[in-house]
């Protein structure tokens, strides 16, 4: 089965014609008094006017976990969700999943007893939506077919990790000071593992070449690649540090991952929650 | 200085150490690297010349002793995949050329990024950046692929728990973000050369690196790194990290 030809078929313009909903995201996060009135924006439209949109998203370490704990609550249920489905093939789409859905649902309860530890009440779980409206059927549950769904499956997949790996990044610095920097760094070195591990299943690259979602990847997911074209680092323009192809635009956007604010990574994450 | 905001459970420590060391069993020869550690933990901010009167380099303490330890991995690094992609062992796969090209560009890419990131952090000062190592690979057999690729997994997931463990180390969110950059960088390459060892299965994220009850990738002190990569005997020149813990 060619998947990067099925993908460049689902490409999704429904999605981006869908009416873009706000829904108000961390109902959750508000009652632990964060002020995190956050709107939904579709992955595409999330780049530029998003920071109109939400609010900040807090900046201290229970704000941090608590968006984690958020993430890996999507995460959790997304691959657990896609082991039930039927819709993965056997073999190594299989154990790839199985592997990443035990880390995911590891970190959701680490996270859990790391909130409680400190005495403060973890978010709880939000009601997932992981066909953003209908946009998506990665489980066959609407019966687009075996193979679509496959693709789709895929593709979520990868947008989720990809999200994770910049949004823990946005988060360190929150962290900075706390016992929970170090095992937020190792979760954050899990999520580049999976991510590059499902990456390499859809046919591409395990890092992110400029700011390319990658063959196949709905219009609808580049707020997630959005930033990683980024050669600044630390005020260093590192294309002029040398000269070859170690320093050409694909070789430095490949090596250095960017962050995402709290604020976009609950944007995207918002498309898959459904409001209360 | 640090406040407790959540307690942790405890982390298993991941086998990392056991896995530089299986190196030895490839017959690669220790070589008497120089590095010695101590266990303080109290150091902060810049300090002149921690050994002005010694001519061997000591990384230095808080910020610029995690910036040159960083350099001198990615040192390691960056040389380890020069040689390998300037003879390819024979009959390599397309997919496996691309991945350690693409290994060789990043890694050389960091490296420059460091020493030029450090010398600026000192101002110039040449005498507080980690000079330039060299390296001897011993009996590695560059045309062999399981040695190279091997070797590749062992440092790039000593590099993810060498990046982890020094996290806390760091004081400037500054540098904290670049080596959030540079980690989760380190972790794919990670996973891919995993995936090359054994395709199709779960080793891309194996139990042998990642805690099965949390979740957590290996995060290791500088001291248990370096003496790691002393083992090797990869690395020439001498230096100590007697300022990390």
């Known amino acids: 089965m060619d998947i990067i030809k099925f993908l460049d078929g689902f490409t999704n313009e429904s999605l981006l014609n869908e009416k873009p909903s706000r829904r108000d995201m961390f109902g959750t996060l508000g009652s632990l008094g964060k002020k995190a009135v956050l709107s939904a924006i579709p992955f595409g439209l999330a780049t530029m006017p998003n920071k109109t949109f939400a609010q900040d998203s807090g900046s201290d370490p229970v704000s941090a976990l608590q968006l984690a704990l958020t993430l890996e609550y999507l995460e959790g249920e997304f691959y657990d969700l896609a082991l039930q489905s039927g819709v993965l093939p056997s073999g190594r789409p299989e154990t790839v999943y199985m592997q990443i859905s035990k880390h995911e649902q590891a970190h959701v309860d680490f996270l859990i007893a790391g909130l409680e530890g400190a005495g403060v009440t973890p978010v709880e779980k939000p009601t997932f939506d992981f066909t953003a409206g209908g946009a998506f059927d990665p489980f066959n549950d609407n019966g687009v077919g075996q193979e679509t769904a496959y693709a789709q499956l895929l593709a979520l997949a990868q947008a989720f990790e990809d999200t994770g790996v910049r949004a823990y990044k946005g988060q360190a610095g929150n962290l900075l000071g706390s016992d929970f920097l170090t095992p937020a760094l190792q979760i954050h070195a899990v999520e580049a593992m999976h991510a590059s591990e499902v990456r390499r299943l859809r046919g591409l690259k395990g890092w992110i070449t400029n700011n390319e979602r990658g063959a196949g990847m709905p219009e609808a997911t580049q707020a997630v690649y959005n930033g990683e074209e980024n050669v600044t680092q630390g005020g260093v323009d590192v294309t002029t540090l040398g000269n070859g192809a170690a320093f050409s635009m694909e070789a430095s956007t490949e090596a250095y991952d960017e962050a995402l604010s709290g604020d976009d990574a609950v944007a995207i994450a918002s498309l898959f929650i459904v409001s209360e | ?245």
């Open chain 2, 1 to 245: 200085m640090r406040k407790s905001i959540v307690k942790v459970e405890p982390v298993k420590k991941a086998t990392n150490r056991r896995q530089f060391l299986k190196l030895g069993g490839m017959g690669v020869v220790g070589a008497g690297l120089l590095v010695a550690c101590s266990n303080d933990d109290n150091g902060m901010g810049m300090m002149p010349d921690p050994n002005p009167n010694s001519d061997i380099f000591d990384l230095g303490q808080g910020d610029l002793g995690v910036l040159n330890y960083a350099y001198a991995l990615e040192q390691l690094e960056a040389d380890f995949y020069t040689k390998v992609v300037n003879s390819f062992y024979a009959n390599i796969s397309d997919e496996e050329m691309q991945v350690l090209t693409d290994l060789y560009y990043h890694e050389v890419n960091h490296r420059d990024f460091f020493k030029t990131a450090i010398t600026a952090a000192v101002d110039g000062n040449t005498d507080l950046v980690l000079p330039t190592l060299e390296f001897d690979y011993g009996d590695l057999d560059f045309n062999n692929r399981e040695q190279v690729l091997t070797t590749a997994s062992v440092l790039e997931d000593t590099g993810v728990a060498a990046y982890n463990g020094a996290g806390r180390l760091i004081s400037n969110p500054g540098y904290l973000l670049l080596a959030g950059k540079i980690v989760s960088v380190e972790a794919r390459h990670a996973s891919a050369i995993r995936t090359l060892l054994n395709p199709g299965s779960a080793d891309f994220a194996g139990d042998d690196y990642v805690t099965t009850d949390t979740g957590l990738a290996a995060a290791l002190d500088p001291s248990v790194v370096l003496s790691a990569v002393g083992d090797t005997g990869f690395i020439q020149t001498p230096f100590t990290a007697n300022n990390l813990p």
